[in-house]
């Protein structure tokens, strides 16, 4: 199974990814309905494949441009938006005598760690992120699927057919991914969110171009390749806009990620 992910929740490798949010850099204008991976491979409106075509469509492929991606978008638009809110501390199982309180201890600051993060990663640019994205998994699941049935969204890739998502919030150690696969014969179809990541919209946009390739390609792509790429920056224009995504096209082009012209 291919599975797409980008690491947060590991602690102690966190602070590297600090550095100064980048401004959004914006270049000629041109109408962003021109991406989209229908445009060269998919089937605009949805393949209408079977929930195991899709899935072979997009397994056991290689990934050559995932770094290169996740590279770009952090330049585009950085994960950490907040550098200046001080990281808790964990506490040290050396500094308590009693376990319990040893626990407790470290209960609260997962609590703290929880909230810290929300905090620094929290990008909402969008209307209907300013209507749904409060930090909750219920907001998490209201924009996606406010997303996922807008109009321009349906005309493009379809409704998913029997690939249709379950939408998960965790505290997994990746900002975000979709799945499509099988396990122990059932179907699954999961986008999920790390919680860390439940007000930054950016992160949300990037998994749904991943499901939106999955459910509209009609040949075999790779998880981060042309078709990708050509969706990711179609819906960030639908959704945050053209200055974002034209940024976006940007530094995927400085990059070499390929977006297929």
Do not use: C
């Not at 620094?120 to 640019?125: A, D, L, P």
């Not at 029997?162 to 499509?180: F, H, L, N």
């Not at 992160?203 to 990711?232: K, L, P, Q, W």
């Amino acid at each position: 199974m291919n599975k797409e992910s980008r690491t947060f929740m590991e602690v102690e490798d966190f602070e590297s990814m600090f550095a100064q949010a980048s401004v959004v850099i914006k270049h000629e204008q041109h109408d962003q309905k021109t991406h989209g991976s229908w445009a060269i491979s998919g089937q605009k409106g949805g393949s209408g494949f079977t929930h195991r075509m899709m899935y072979q469509l997009k397994r056991n492929r290689a990934d050559s441009m995932a770094k290169k991606v996740y590279e770009a978008e952090e330049k585009n638009h950085s994960q950490i938006q907040d550098t200046k809110t001080p990281q808790p501390t964990a506490p040290n199982r050396a500094d308590f005598d009693e376990y319990d309180d040893y626990n407790n201890a470290h209960k609260k600051y997962s609590k703290d760690f929880l909230a810290w993060s929300k905090k620094v990663t929290t990008s909402i640019i969008s209307p209907l992120a300013e209507k749904h994205l409060d930090g909750t998994p219920t907001g998490v699941n209201g924009y996606v699927r406010d997303v996922l049935r807008q109009d321009w969204f349906v005309e493009a890739f379809g409704n998913g057919g029997e690939a249709k998502p379950q939408i998960k919030v965790s505290s997994a150690g990746e900002a975000g991914s979709y799945q499509i696969g099988f396990k122990n014969g059932n179907p699954y179809s999961v986008l999920t969110i790390n919680r860390g990541y439940s007000k930054n919209e950016p992160t949300m946009i990037h998994e749904i171009a991943h499901y939106a390739t999955t459910i509209s390609a009609t040949t075999s792509h790779d998880g981060h390749g042309v078709e990708f790429a050509r969706n990711h920056i179609f819906i960030a224009g639908e959704v945050m806009g053209e200055s974002f995504a034209d940024g976006l096209e940007k530094v995927y082009r400085e990059a070499g990620v390929e977006i297929g012209d």
